[in-house]
């Protein structure tokens, strides 16, 4: 476990941050010591989200309402959480969009969309963020997805948008590593209570058989992902750039359902 506080004295900004993954990861931020600000369009929601953290963690947290596809307004959120936190350590790219349709049928307006919110609102709040918090130890994280390398029906317009996440996130660490700015991703597997596992597996016994094929045989949680945040972001991840970091239990390596653990005669 890591030390309570090994985030103190830390400025962190996470847009997307109102729900699901993202808030989760706010949360884990907060409780070791992290002041955050959380970022999303809907301003009833972000407030709900700071509530939560400040109940669940009692640390000081705030929110900006704004639309990552709007640079200007990023721009104006970060100096925000600045004017409040002080300047910023960790920038947490988490906004994104997503839903379940074939090529054929996902129109040209639909296909821009996902991308303006995951890739383009990677780079604003990347790009924002770089002017901001150009330090040493700067630590700059996307969220992308299984599906930047594993091709998926009905994922056509996400595969495409995470892949692009991906070459950004190497692409920028190689740019910005002279100033001492770290860009990493993290590329989270099926993690429980998530619109996106529900999706995915609708039903129980849709989930049960997911589950059945990751190699650890669970779920991972929001707080998975907000403790790998956490090495990325201190010094137990000082030397780690332009790297994505799987945490989704083995999910990636194929169907593990198999038992491998009783002895054949």
């Known amino acids: 476990m890591y030390e309570p506080n090994i985030l103190r004295a830390k400025s962190a900004y996470i847009s997307g941050g109102t729900s699901g993954i993202n808030l989760g990861l706010a949360k884990t931020l907060a409780r070791h010591g992290a002041r955050v600000c959380v970022v999303g369009r809907d301003a009833a929601k972000a407030e709900r989200a700071v509530s939560e953290i400040a109940a669940e963690t009692g640390s000081e947290a705030i929110y900006v309402a704004v639309d990552v596809r709007d640079y200007e307004g990023i721009e104006a959120s970060m100096h925000e959480a600045v004017r409040h936190h002080g300047p910023l350590d960790i920038v947490v790219a988490g906004a994104a969009g997503n839903f379940f349709a074939p090529a054929v049928s996902i129109s040209a307006k639909g296909f821009k969309t996902v991308i303006d919110i995951d890739l383009l609102g990677t780079y604003h709040v990347f790009r924002a963020g770089f002017d ?27 595969c495409a948008a995470k892949a692009g996440i991906n070459a950004l996130v190497r692409t920028l660490a190689m740019e910005w590593g002279a100033a001492g700015v770290r860009v990493n991703a993290i590329s989270p597997g099926p993690i429980e209570g998530t619109e996106g596992l529900n999706r995915l597996a609708p039903t129980a016994s849709e989930q049960a058989e997911v589950r059945g094929r990751v190699a650890l045989r669970r779920f991972g949680t929001a707080e998975d992902i907000g403790y790998a945040a956490i090495y990325l972001s201190c010094l137990l991840g000082g030397y780690v750039t332009g790297t994505i970091l799987e945490v989704e239990g083995g999910f990636q390596l194929g169907d593990a359902s198999a038992d491998c653990l009783t002895p054949t005669r």
């Open 132 to 158: 901001v918090c150009r330090k040493p130890g700067a630590s700059l994280i996307a969220i992308t997805a299984g599906q930047a390398v594993k091709p998926m029906p009905c994922q056509a317009h996400v």
